[in-house]
């Protein structure tokens, strides 16, 4: 229903307006809501409207619009919205994937769970601003004694439990439950997330350039290395053969005097054609050639 006194020629008049500049509630980059009343378009009338987005396994918390009936659709990803009928003291369930709606009575306990990433729910409402009562609300304000007088348990139980329920939780769990999320466990939002990206980057350019530099320090050290095996290699060769080198000057040395000997020795006197015992002449067949001798025999 339209707004009657609303003036339709004033310039503050609006028809239009960008919901992703209206922030509700924000959780996370991937768990938070924006929200559309007559205080955000001021010709909307009866309606408003929530922009829900959900990471898997958050929860927008067990709450009540004390004021209006909510129409939730599914737009991506799938979620179960979960309604306590006040009549039948039930508990429903119903499942929803895009393009599917689940409605909620006004002033009905209910809430939503995000069964995949990137769920993106529209919850409409028939009242230009929607009112909410958050369990939260109701379970950190209510003394611990009140519940355990009317339930019958034990106050400081009771206050233990809700001692970490500090605010209004809107989107379950909050960013300080131990039992976050698995997407939630790998950085408390988005931004953490992007911030130990940044700082991983940085640490593997700074490991690339440290490899880089042992990469370049190991071919130094190889390249210093085969230039000092090389430079040994030729220590060795040259000792080698200066040692060759003195043994042949001193076989050269060596043999004028065994040469002398020989030519001395073979110059000499002796009985070529009597035997040892200088009694008879020895036959040719039994002479000895005698080396270095022009082929004489003994």
């Not at 067990?62 to 003291?89: D, R, W």
């Not at 769970?113 to 529209?122: N, R, V, Y």
């Not at 999320?181 to 700074?206: F, I, P, S």
Request: proline fraction near 7%; include cysteine.
């Amino acid at each position: 229903m339209s707004i009657s006194y609303m003036d339709y020629t004033s310039p503050s008049t609006q028809f239009s307006f960008d919901v992703n500049t209206s922030l509700f509630f924000k959780k996370n980059n991937q768990n938070y809501i924006n929200v559309l009343s007559i205080n955000q378009l001021n010709t909307l009338g009866n309606t408003s409207m929530l922009d829900i987005y959900l990471s898997a396994g958050n929860v927008v918390e067990p709450h009540i619009h004390q004021n209006a009936s909510e129409l939730v659709y599914c737009v991506t990803g799938a979620a179960v919205v979960s309604i306590v009928n006040p009549f039948s003291k039930k508990l429903m369930n119903f499942p929803i994937k895009p393009g599917q709606v689940a409605n909620v009575p006004q002033g009905w306990w209910h809430y939503e769970i995000a069964m995949e990433d990137h769920t993106h729910l529209i919850a409409i409402f028939d009242a230009p601003i929607p009112e909410f009562i958050g369990g939260s609300d109701l379970l950190r304000l209510t003394p611990p004694e009140v519940f355990a007088q009317a339930y019958c348990l034990d106050a400081a139980k009771v206050k233990e439990t809700f001692a970490p329920i500090t605010d209004t939780v809107f989107i379950g769990p909050p960013n300080s439950c131990k039992t976050n999320t698995r997407a939630e466990q790998e950085g408390e939002d988005g931004e953490d997330v992007e911030e130990a990206l940044k700082e991983l980057t940085l640490q593997l350019q700074a490991a690339k350039e440290q490899a880089l530099q042992l990469k370049a320090m190991q071919e130094q050290a190889m390249q210093e290395h085969a230039s000092q095996l090389k430079a040994w290699q030729e220590q060795a060769v040259q000792e080698q053969e200066a040692q060759l080198q003195a043994m042949q000057d001193q076989a050269w040395q060596e043999r004028p005097g065994q040469e002398q000997a020989v030519l001395e020795w073979t110059s000499s006197p002796r009985p070529d054609y009597f035997d040892t015992r200088g009694k008879s002449p020895v036959p040719p067949s039994r002479r000895r050639p005698m080396i270095g001798n022009g082929g004489a025999y003994l």
